[in-house]
Nanobody, 113 residues
């Protein structure tokens, strides 16, 4: 079972930016579809961004135009660049590989003034 590992979460002010990363030992991220999900307190986990193996992207309406998902094959990682962040972006962000339904442990993102 591949263990995905996220990093880059933290505290950011409204309007600020964060970049999350996701990787896994023994897994070449360039050849797999990868997703980012988030779970806000008291809410269901929701898909935020999706990246296919041929680099097509899809975003939740709430983040389109502010978030960008991309991969860096030289680092064997997938990233989620988050700009112009809002209070409602607060939550635990998870990296997901849909082909194996593999999840990371999550990284906390808090948007607060």
């Amino acid at each position: 079972q591949i263990q995905l590992v996220e990093s880059g979460g933290g505290l950011v002010q409204p309007g600020g930016s964060l970049t999350l990363s996701c990787g896994a030992a023994g897994m070449v991220t360039s050849i797999w579809d990868m997703d980012w999900y988030r779970q806000a307190p008291g809410k269901q986990r929701e898909m935020v961004a999706a990246l296919t193996s041929y680099d097509a992207t899809n975003y939740a309406e709430s983040v389109r135009g502010r978030f960008t998902v991309f991969r860096d094959n030289s680092k064997n990682k997938v990233f989620l660049q988050m700009n112009n962040m809002k209070f409602e972006d607060t939550g635990v962000y998870y990296c997901h590989r849909p082909s194996r339904d593999s999840w990371g442990q999550g990284t906390q993102v808090t948007v607060s003034s």
